[in-house]
């Protein structure tokens, strides 16, 4: 349990808390739903979403995957999207954003600042993919215009405060995860698999624990 909140203190606040207040906060105040109409070309033509989606996407991949699910399962319970267009943003919605992968994987874990750049490029790149081909593979002729069209202005105090309290508890319950899987790869370690067998749990159990994992003992490619 130690292990995973130091974990948490260290790495997981520091690179997630600023980026999930800054996206609660532009979704609570109606930013991202008034500047829609200006990605509508990129959402329709690239990604067959709504244009206030786009920048929901591009938060994801600068922010890390528990911004672009948070974000996700919100423009979904305001009725901004379908269901199956929520379900193929999760698809490419669920990277780790750059202060994650480079300065924690790469700096810290593999001691290559430009490591972490390439593995984060890498991950860019087939996230744009996977988006473009969600279109073709996933699609099921669902309208892709602005389901919500109502536009309110909203409180700037109020979504200041909204959104504090929704990535506080957003970033709390990442940690929570964490610290439960920190505590179940300590069960691993205790159950006596052999090397590779034991290696191989760690590094799938959780993508935190598992990067520092894979830094100890694999190249890079692995990660």
Not at 9 to 16: E, K, N
Not at 115 to 136: A, E, P, R
Not at 177 to 194: A, D, H, M, Q, Y
Request: glycine residues 8%; proline residues 4%; charged residues 15%.
């Amino acid at each position: 349990v130690t292990d995973g909140i130091e974990l948490c203190l260290s790495t997981l606040i520091p690179s997630v808390f600023p980026f999930m207040f800054l996206s609660c906060f532009l979704l609570e105040s109606g930013i991202i739903r008034r500047t829609g109409k200006v990605y509508n070309f990129i959402g329709t033509h690239f990604f067959g979403l709504p244009g206030y989606c786009v920048p929901v996407i591009f938060f994801s991949m600068i922010a890390g995957l528990p911004v672009g699910a948070r974000l996700t399962e919100e423009l979904y319970c305001k009725d901004m999207i379908t269901k199956l267009q929520g379900q193929r943003m999760l698809f490419f919605c669920m990277n780790p954003g750059p202060a994650f992968v480079i300065n924690v994987v790469g700096d810290k874990m593999l001691g290559s600042s430009e490591l972490g750049v390439i593995i984060y490029l890498s991950l860019i790149v087939s996230s744009f993919l996977v988006g473009v081909l969600s279109v073709y593979v996933w699609s099921d002729g669902e309208k892709t215009e602005n389901v919500c069209t109502v536009s309110t202005k909203a409180d700037i105090a109020l979504s200041v405060v909204r959104a504090v309290t929704q990535s506080s508890r957003n970033v709390f319950s990442i940690c929570a995860w964490v610290v439960l899987f920190s505590c179940f790869i300590e069960l691993i370690k205790v159950l006596g698999f052999s090397g590779n067998t034991e290696n191989f749990l760690l590094a799938i159990t959780e993508v935190t624990n598992g990067c520092k994992r894979c830094a100890e003992i694999y190249p890079a490619p692995i990660i």
